[in-house]
């Protein structure tokens, strides 16, 4: 008897444990999704997960298996707790095991616009293709079979008198896979990208982000057996296949407009005009870097994206912009030493912003290695200079580089020009 009771009592202790450790679990959690949603942090900016609360068993598994720690168990149900963190690779998806989450695009408070594509991966207007990203898949294994599966469709149609059977545009995921089917199928093709790099969005995810999380199937090459892979070995592992295939792609060529013909469609670009039976827009939903529109902004100093902080060691750099990319640009850069940098920033205050972001940036000021300045925009370049408008009177800085970071612009006006229709998805698949 005496055994039992202390039996009984060793289980009553170790129960009482448990539902501590796991009501302060769910504070902490229910904690960060507040002040998640209190700095709007909470809207994910792309494909993100939504759990069905009568399905979910609270068994932590998609917590697990989330890199980004966008998710959290708040009163035994797992919730999005830190929307902007996530990236829609999808592996919590795969890890719940009782089907509780849903991939989806917009919310109910923001929507965004998806397409219409059909299963063949053909839009409303015929011979214009859309794969990946911008058609609603951010998966990179997905994305990749899309476009594999798209160039599949398109090499059974009719090709007419075009110079080329298929225009690929965008050399991310969908795109790089596009590639590789058309050059297995002995297509005529060409495949641009606006930027000087492959990888598409994955190109501009944070250092060591995990970005693929299963095995994928790519022309030429088989199945690539990978388990979780970070950026950067992604993106080292495309660069190798795209040598070892032989594959060309045309950068630093941007998709400027498309006309439809009797042959198919004439593509205006940043380089010419291509004329095409077919076109496959494989672009992610990044868009086109939003430009500052402003006297020297076509020198070569200025860039839209942050790529090595020690490539301007000991310069005086401007970075542009209010959001997380900007502030992590302005840090890394205040790092290195010997360089000065100040950032411009047109609002008042810093809003939707990461606190650690914010805390850095505030660290670097106080540390007298970065100046802020808030309501400024940039009113022109110039090559050893730059100079900011303000409430007062315009400020001119000494400068050697300006790095945009505000955003970009989704061709949306560009494509329904075209003839696309588009549905805006709040919160649905």
């Given at each position: 008897m005496e055994a039992a009771v202390l039996y009984a009592l060793v289980a009553l202790a170790a129960l009482a444990v448990h539902l501590t450790l796991r009501r302060r679990r769910d504070r902490r959690n229910d904690e960060a999704r507040r002040e998640s949603e209190r700095q709007g942090l909470n809207e994910p900016a792309s494909l993100h997960p939504v759990v069905d609360p009568g399905r979910c068993i609270g068994s932590g598994a998609c917590v697990h298996a989330c890199p980004e720690q966008a998710l959290g168990i708040v009163g035994?149900?797992?919730v999005l707790i830190n929307g902007s963190a996530?990236?829609?690779?999808?592996?919590?998806?795969?890890?719940?095991?009782?089907?509780?989450?849903?991939?989806?695009?917009?919310?109910?408070?923001?929507?965004?616009?998806?397409?219409?594509?059909?299963?063949?991966?053909?839009?409303n207007v015929p011979g214009l293709f859309i794969a990946g990203e911008l058609?609603?898949?951010?998966?990179?294994?997905?994305?990749?079979?899309q476009g594999r599966q798209a160039i599949d469709h398109i090499r059974r149609r009719p090709r007419g008198r075009a110079d080329l059977d298929v225009l690929i545009v965008g050399a991310g995921p969908a795109g790089l896979s596009a590639g590789l089917a058309a050059l297995e199928h002995k297509l005529r093709f060409r495949l641009i990208e606006q930027e000087d790099s492959l990888g598409g969005a994955v190109y501009h995810y944070p250092r060591q982000k995990i970005t693929m999380t299963s095995p994928v199937t790519l022309?030429?090459?088989?199945?690539?057996?990978?388990?979780?892979?970070?950026?950067?070995?992604?993106?080292?592992l495309w660069n190798d296949i795209v040598r070892r295939t032989g594959l060309q792609?045309?950068?630093?060529?941007?998709?400027?407009?498309?006309?439809?013909?009797?042959?198919?469609?004439?593509?205006?670009?940043?380089?010419?005009?291509?004329?095409?039976?077919?076109v496959l827009l494989a672009i992610g939903r990044r868009g086109t870097p939003r430009k500052?529109?402003?006297?020297?902004?076509?020198?070569?100093?200025?860039?839209?994206?942050?790529?090595d902080p020690e490539q301007y060691r000991g310069q005086r750099v401007l970075v542009v912009g209010g959001g997380d990319s900007a502030l992590e640009a302005a840090v890394a850069l205040a790092a290195?030493?010997?360089?000065?940098?100040?950032l411009s920033y047109r609002g008042d205050a810093f809003s939707r912003v990461k606190e650690q972001n914010r805390h850095a940036l505030e660290r670097a000021v106080s540390d007298g290695r970065l100046e802020v300045r808030m309501g400024t925009q940039v009113g022109r370049i110039d090559d050893d200079r730059v100079t900011l408008k303000g409430p007062g009177e315009p400020e001119t800085l000494e400068n050697d580089a300006v790095i945009v970071c505000a955003g970009g612009v989704l061709p949306t006006a560009l494509l329904q020009k075209a003839g696309i229709r588009f549905a805006t998805k709040y919160g649905t698949a």
């Open positions: 035994g149900k797992a996530c990236i829609g690779h999808g592996a919590c998806e795969a890890a719940c095991p009782v089907k509780a989450i849903q991939l989806v695009f917009g919310t109910e408070k923001r929507g965004i616009d998806i397409p219409d594509v059909a299963p063949n991966f053909e839009s058609g609603g898949m951010g998966l990179v294994r997905k994305a990749a079979e022309a030429l090459v088989g199945k690539v057996k990978v388990g979780e892979i970070a950026k950067e070995a992604l993106l080292a792609i045309s950068f630093r060529e941007r998709m400027e407009s498309i006309e439809r013909t009797e042959e198919g469609f004439v593509v205006h670009t940043s380089q010419g005009r291509h004329h095409a039976a077919s500052l529109e402003v006297p020297g902004e076509e020198t070569a100093k200025v860039t839209y994206r942050l790529v290195e030493p010997g360089t000065h940098v100040t």
